[in-house]
């Protein structure tokens, strides 16, 4: 039976997604989007003196049906679990999925 990886995205995005703003770079328009954070442990190296950091930042998954093209530099507001509105900055380039259907974004919270 092949698999419908769209409904399976679908599945998880409304099981985990929270609501976001996508704010482009450039301004305007906003787009109301529904994102998936992902959190990856990843540990950063740093030279010959074995020292090693948590990775700044975190990672995000948006539907290529909600938001057609993120760049670096677009930002992400969504609610904090106060109520506050955080607002996350897209870096580096974001990268489809294999099947097209989201996007991954690497982000960090603008302070």
């Known amino acids: 039976m092949p698999v419908d990886f769209a409904r399976a995205v679908d599945a998880a995005f409304a099981a985990f997604g929270i609501a ?14 529904t994102i998936v954070w992902t959190r990856p442990d990843e540990l950063l190296e740093l030279g010959a003196a074995g020292k090693a950091i948590g990775a700044n930042g975190a990672t995000a998954d948006v539907r290529a049906a909600e938001i ?23 870096r580096g380039p974001p990268r ?12 960090v919270r603008q302070t």
């Open 20 to 33: 976001a703003l996508h704010r482009p770079k450039g301004g305007e328009p906003t787009t109301a989007c």
């Open 68 to 90: 057609a093209t993120p760049i670096e530099g677009d930002a992400f507001d969504v609610a904090a679990a106060d109520g506050a509105t955080a607002t996350w900055i897209v």
């Open 96 to 107: 489809r999925d294999p099947e097209q259907l989201t996007w991954r974004m690497r982000l």
